[in-house]
């Protein structure tokens, strides 16, 4: 028997996490989970030290004094959630858009109008410290009642160089408050701001010969993101920023292919980044070339329909093709949606994942999407103690009920949210 356990969960009527194997899981093996029904799982010191069957983890641990033990009640439990893909930090909204995009403007259209992405830019310039992170906080504490525990945090509202430095050291606050890991990247690419519309190429330029190395330098951010898309940034200026980024250490991300087809994962297959991310309009010879290359999709299936496009998540063209595949909430102005569960059943009525296929998309697949799978998405022994427990039957209704929300959330063995 172990030392003393600070927490005990019995009476979990399924624990449902991946398989172990290797990470991403791609293709079938996206659906290996491994589904332990009338479980128990023992946390110490924030790590799991006991998995399995109620009985034998029971013989295993004993409950050290003054630790808690909780009983699951026949309920689902789930690793945390990660999310590989928001957009979280910004200030305001864009609510009143919506009647807009009802009457048939497109995203880039209401761009170009000055509203969508640069609305949100002007109010988050303007926003001091104190109103971003509280606006942002909130938004994180309900990504943490719905589940997640992990969560990529992009820059990109700001689009100047101190701007997006002063954007991106505020995320260690936000993940002090929230009590969420977040992982930093760097958008500063994700629109070529007002002043610079006549030329966006010195915007680059100030981009690869300025802000990249200081973002390097002072270890802001772990990944350096583009829009590459019609209006945004081009295939040649997008290759440029993401070199830069890639000779400077940093992780590399790219939109690609969202609205229309940019060449955008070709570029994101050519340079073996490390997620490419909407992915909606990607032709199956570019599938292709992202399964040969290892990239992973990282696909926001609940964007499209808060964009009221016709478009949808290739969730299964992806994981036919053999392409590692991720979900996020897109978290954004533009998608104001906090819940993995949402994202979930997305994926799966829309997207057409298998309960199992987007689970693994939100946990291991995703972990891996912001280099966090050593220690994110998975439950078992000597990993973080971060796990949601619903109050359902089964993992796969998750994606099922859709808008599901956890009983209770744990972080590091720490019970941080109830429903």
């Known amino acids: 028997m172990s030392a003393g356990?600070?927490?005990?969960?019995?009476?979990?009527?399924?624990l449902a996490t991946l398989r172990t194997g290797p990470v991403p899981r791609v293709g079938a093996a996206a659906s290996e989970l491994s589904v332990v029904a009338g479980a128990a799982l023992a946390v110490r010191g924030g790590v799991f030290v006991a998995v399995g069957p109620e009985r034998k983890v029971r013989r295993e641990v004993r409950l050290r004094r003054g630790g808690t033990t909780i009983d699951a009640g026949g309920g689902t439990i789930v690793p945390g959630f990660v999310d590989p893909h928001t957009h979280v930090l910004y200030a305001g909204d864009r609510a009143d858009e919506l009647t807009q995009k009802i009457g048939g403007m497109t995203y880039g259209e209401?761009?170009?109008?000055?509203?969508?992405l640069y609305r949100t830019v002007r109010l988050t310039r303007r926003a001091p410290a104190p109103t971003l992170l509280a606006e942002t906080s909130a938004r994180l504490a309900r990504m943490r009642r719905a589940g997640t525990t992990t969560a990529e945090v992009k820059s990109g509202y700001a689009l100047t160089h101190s701007g997006e430095l002063r954007l991106l050291s505020l995320i260690p606050k936000l993940a002090k408050i929230s009590g969420l890991d977040l992982i930093p990247t760097y958008l500063g690419a994700h629109a070529v701001p007002p002043e610079?519309?006549?030329?966006?190429?010195?915007?680059?330029?100030e981009i690869v010969r300025r802000t990249l190395p200081e973002v390097a330098h002072r270890r802001l951010a772990k990944f350096a993101d583009v829009f590459c898309e019609p209006g945004f940034f081009t295939v040649p200026q997008s290759e440029r920023i993401?070199?830069?980024?890639?000779?400077?250490?940093?992780?590399?991300?790219?939109?690609a292919d969202e609205f229309v087809y940019s060449g955008g994962a070709a570029l994101a297959a050519a340079l073996r980044v490390r997620s490419a991310e909407h992915l909606l309009t990607v032709p199956a010879e570019d599938r292709e070339a992202l399964a040969r290359s290892g990239v992973t999709a990282v696909l926001l299936p609940v964007t499209p329909f808060a964009s009221l496009s016709p478009l949808r998540s290739p969730g299964r063209e992806m994981v036919d093709a053999g392409v590692p595949v991720a979900i996020g909430t897109d978290s954004s102005p533009n998608s104001p949606v906090d819940a993995m569960p949402v994202a979930i059943a997305h994926a799966v009525h829309s997207a057409r994942l298998t309960p199992a296929e987007a689970l693994t998309a939100a946990t291991v697949n995703a972990a891996h999407a912001v280099g966090a799978a050593d220690g994110a998405g998975v439950i078992s022994v000597g990993r973080a103690a971060d796990f949601a427990l619903f109050d359902l039957a089964s993992a796969d209704r998750i994606a099922y009920r859709i808008g599901a929300i956890p009983k209770a959330v744990y972080r590091r063995g720490k019970h941080v949210s109830s429903a």
């Open 5 to 14: 356990v600070d927490l005990l969960v019995t009476g979990i009527g399924e």
């Open 110 to 116: 209401i761009a170009a109008g000055g509203g969508g």
């Open 196 to 205: 610079r519309a006549r030329d966006p190429d010195v915007y680059v330029d």
């Open 242 to 255: 993401l070199r830069a980024a890639l000779s400077l250490g940093l992780g590399t991300k790219i939109h």
